[in-house]
């Protein structure tokens, strides 16, 4: 009897395993289909279209006008 308990709960373990692991495989897929459809950047276009990266970009552009003002002074 006690090797029949046995028997179910690791026939149970591993089908309980197989089925989170295709579960987790499938959001992975899913998630990666939903990204692509709204056409988010990928890489280093990402970081380049990040509003703190623009923020960045917009005050170095601002510096040397500042600088020029200052050297004129």
């Keep these: 009897m006690d ?3 046995r028997h179910g709960w690791f026939r149970t ?3 309980g395993s197989v ?5 987790a495989l ?4 899913r998630r990666r289909r939903i990204q692509r459809r709204r056409g988010r950047p990928r890489g ?6 990040a509003p703190c990266y623009l923020e960045l970009i917009e005050d ?4 040397p006008a500042v600088q020029d003002a200052r050297r004129d002074a």
């Design 3 to 5: 090797g029949e308990k």
């Design 13 to 15: 373990f591993v089908l």
């Design 19 to 23: 089925v989170g692991a295709s579960a």
């Design 26 to 29: 499938a959001a992975g897929s």
């Design 44 to 49: 280093l276009a990402a970081f380049e279209s």
């Design 60 to 63: 170095e552009r601002e510096e």
